[in-house]
């Protein structure tokens, strides 16, 4: 790798973690489940980025369009569920507040 | 210089997305933060990826959020202005961390020494998810059968006795 391409493997990855650090205080300072769905969707974001410029930078960049397209599915699926969860969790604290699940029973 | 105006765009809408108050504003940040991933994946020479990327995660996933986010009640007044002192406390720190974060790492000058494998030959991007990764597409089938069957159960409605 040059040290153009190099250089611009490097600012990227700076907005990578930027990103990775907003998802994660997202995850870690809210108290509101939807925020919560909201910040790990960041965190995936972040994955989703770097997998392709590593891709890019290392010339492997059909393999990591495969590997991203696996990813969106699973991203879609757990956000489907999760979601689906959260639905249920409303119906039965009538909150999405994340303090309410304290009281787990079982 | 242009990709990094589109990084810029994308973190600061990353920001937006988290401190914004509404939920719905929230929801549509991340729409637009995923679209600007499309535009970068695009650039990268990523064309399939960047399809999805904007037709699952901008558009899917955003009508998921707001279907979810409208199903649900809203606060009150008063529990809003509550929630929005609170908030203010404690995401204050965020955009902070973030410029920090990206001035430390920007200012460090990482030298990593290690060998990146050989530049592979560009293979067709079908190719390589029909022929190589066979196993992820198993993969892939069965998620999508239990998130069905996830989604199916979680909404199953009550028999009536």
């Not at chain 1, 969707?41 to 980025?49: D, H, Q, R, S």
């Amino acid at each position: 790798m040059n040290n153009g391409t190099w250089q611009s493997f490097l600012n990227f990855n700076i907005f990578i973690v930027m990103l990775f650090i907003i998802g994660l205080y997202c995850i870690l300072v809210t108290r509101n489940l939807m925020r919560v769905l909201i910040g790990l969707e960041i965190l995936t974001k972040a994955v989703t980025l770097l997998l392709i410029v590593v891709g890019y930078a290392t010339g492997h960049i059909a393999l990591a369009q495969a590997l991203v397209i696996t990813l969106i599915i699973i991203e879609v699926i757990v956000i489907a569920i999760t979601a689906g969860v959260v639905l249920s969790v409303f119906r039965h604290t009538d909150s999405l507040d994340t303090r309410n699940l304290r009281d787990l029973k079982g | 210089m242009i990709n990094s105006v589109i990084l810029i765009v994308m973190v600061i809408a990353a920001l937006w997305t988290v401190l914004t108050r509404s939920l719905l504003k929230a929801a549509i940040g991340l729409a637009l933060t995923s679209a600007i991933i499309t535009i970068i994946m695009f650039r990268l020479n990523s064309p399939l990826a960047a399809v999805f990327e904007l037709s699952v995660c901008t558009g899917l996933i955003t009508a998921v959020f707001v279907s979810t986010i409208s199903l649900t009640k809203p606060l009150t007044h008063r529990e809003t202005i509550a929630v929005s002192k609170n908030r203010l406390r404690r995401y204050w720190y965020l955009p902070v961390i973030v410029v920090l974060s990206g001035i430390l790492l920007s200012a460090s000058n990482i030298q990593m020494d290690f060998t990146l494998p050989p530049k592979a030959a560009e293979l067709d991007v079908r190719n390589v998810l029909w022929h190589m990764r066979q196993l992820d597409l198993f993969g892939q089938i069965v998620i999508i059968l239990a998130g069905v069957f996830g989604v199916v159960t979680l909404f199953r409605e009550k028999k009536n006795r």
